[in-house]
C-alpha cells in the first residue's frame, strides 16, 4: 500500500514535469539501462545569496535569482518548483512523499516508474539508471537522460530518488539544463544543497 502510494506520486511529479514540453513522438525506441556504476552527491554548506526553503522538512537552497513555486501534488506528496525569473521552464524541482516504512527496495521501485515513464514518453532518449551513494542520505538512484522539448532543444535531465535515513519521506530531485551544461550546473549545485533540516 505504502509503495503503491509512493509509485503514484512518482507517476504524477514525472508527468507533471514534461506536460507540454515534449516532442510527442510515438515511434521512439524504448529506454534501456546501463550497466551498474556509481558516483557521489557531496553536500555543499550552502550557496552564496540563496534562501534556505524547506518541502516537509527536506531543505534545499534557492539561489538569488529563482523563484520558489510550492504545490501540493496530492495529500502526502509536496514539491517546490524552481525556476529562474523570466524563464518558462523550471530548472530544479523537489518533491518530497511522506510514508512509513520505506526502505532501499522502495527507491528502487519509484526510480524504475520514473524511468519508465520518462521513456513512454517519446521524448526522452539516453536513458540510464545510475546507482549512486547521496551525502545525508544514502541510497539512491539517478536517472539521466536528454529530454527534446517541442521546438527541438533538446535539454539534459536527471531525476535522482532516495529517502531520509528514518525511512519517512521518499525524496526525488529534477535537474535540468542546456544540452551539454548540466555537469556543473547551477542545478547540480541547488541539488547538493538538498539534505534533512527537519
Known sequence: MHRMRALKATVAVVALLLVASCSGEDD???PE???PTSWDITAVDGIDGATRESVDGIGIDVPADFEGDPRQVDGTTSQLVLMREGEERSEVNLTVTREDDLTDDAVTAAAGTAFAQLGATGSASDLEQ???RWEGFGN??????????????????????TRDPDGTRLVAVWTEAPRG?????TAQEVLRSVRVDG
Open 181 to 185: 551544461e548540466l555537469e556543473g550546473s
Open 33 to 35: 539501462a546501463s550497466g
Open 140 to 161: 539512491a538512484i539517478a536517472v539521466r537522460g536528454v529530454l527534446t522539448l517541442e521546438d527541438g532543444t533538446e535539454r539534459d535531465v536527471e531525476y535522482v530518488t
Open 28 to 30: 521512439a525506441a524504448g
Open 130 to 132: 545510475v546507482p549512486l
